[in-house]
């Protein structure tokens, strides 16, 4: 199983950017994914979900800015930042879990991919 993040880079305040999760080696269209992010210092956070059946949600502190959306077709989860600020600054990891018909759950991590916001 592999989760490869891309798309993360430096960008001013008030900048986009869009992040993207390949994921293979499971069968994406079952699984619930979702961003997740790590500042220094911090615990790591929920930023966005989205259910295998296309629900989502946002943590409180980007809701109205950031955007989570899936494309089966190509096994990749996406994460649409728009009005970056300094405090979005951090490690963005992509997550995959699934519980399956026998209650077995798979739980399933990227490396991550940085994201700087300069004020």
């Known amino acids: 199983v592999q989760l490869v993040e891309s798309g993360g880079g430096l960008v001013q305040a008030g900048g986009s950017l869009r992040l993207s999760c390949a994921a293979s080696g499971i069968t994406f269209n079952v699984y619930n994914m979702g961003w997740y992010r790590q500042a220094p210092g911090k615990q790591r956070e929920l930023v966005a979900t989205?259910?295998?059946?296309?629900?989502?949600n946002y943590a409180d502190s980007v809701k109205g800015r950031f955007t989570i959306s899936r494309d089966n077709a190509k096994n990749t989860v996406y994460l649409q930042m728009n009005s970056l600020k300094p405090e979005d600054t951090a490690v963005y990891y992509c997550n995959a879990d699934h519980i399956s018909g026998w209650g077995t759950a798979y739980d399933y991590w990227g490396l991550g991919t940085q994201v700087t916001v300069s004020s």
């Open positions: 989205i259910t295998s059946g296309g629900t989502t």
